[in-house]
């Protein structure tokens, strides 16, 4: 009875963690979707974000999975007219607190030394168009965060978007090991449950 209850508890801590872990795999921190397009929130204003492979992917749309590494162009289009009178400037850092989809202002403040994490940066410019550009060409598969920061010529403030996104292909991190443990504590649930015995009985009788 003990072996069973322990199963039992053990089979559906693994479902609730499970659960939440993929919840956080999945879900989705500084870009929301709209119409399905990617939006990000520069404090009040908001962009639509495209990232963009020409050389591999051609007019194909990105925005937290980002597929291949090689050169990607961003593209935001202001959503806010405001926008067209900020100095804006783009800033590309490696995850290497391993902040994940979540990445907030905070998390960018907690990096130690913010320049050697940096991969790419792209000085402040007006962008009256209303659509602002950035090229990078990556050299390696990993997770990045996204920096925007607006300020108005008028005022010293400042406003910034925090995103999370992937190159190279999605980071199933520890999902494959939840899927291992779901898979054991299903076959323990089964066993606990007299499933192997009933498969000893129906083996005995196909015998007969």
């Known amino acids: 009875m003990k072996i069973r209850f322990w199963i039992h508890t053990l089979h559906y801590f693994v479902y609730a963690f499970a659960f939440f872990s ?3 795999a999945f879900g989705h921190g500084g870009v929301a979707f709209q119409d399905d397009l990617c939006v990000i929130n520069v404090d009040f204003m ?6 963009f492979q020409p050389d591999t992917r051609e007019n194909d749309e990105f925005c937290e999975d980002v597929p ?11 959503l806010h007219d405001l926008l067209q009178e900020m100095y804006v400037d783009f800033r590309i ?3 290497v607190n391993n902040v994940g989809q ?6 960018i403040q907690a990096i130690d030394d913010l320049e050697a994490a940096t991969v790419y940066y792209q000085e402040p410019t007006v962008e009256a168009s209303g659509y602002y550009r950035a090229s990078y060409s990556f050299n390696k598969r990993g ?3 996204g920096i925007v920061t607006a300020e108005h010529p008028g005022d010293d403030r400042s406003y910034n978007a925090v995103f999370y996104f992937q190159v190279g292909g999605a980071d199933w991190g520890t999902i494959p090991v939840f899927v291992l443990l779901i898979f054991i504590s299903q076959l323990g649930y089964w066993y606990a449950n007299g499933g192997y015995e009933r498969y000893l009985k129906k083996k005995v009788l196909e015998a007969e």
């Open 22 to 24: 993929f919840n956080t």
């Open 46 to 51: 908001q962009a639509h974000f495209t990232v």
């Open 68 to 78: 291949d590494v090689t050169n990607s162009l961003f593209v935001m289009e202001y």
């Open 93 to 95: 850092v490696e995850d």
């Open 102 to 107: 979540y990445a907030s202002w905070d998390d």
């Open 143 to 145: 997770t990045y965060i």
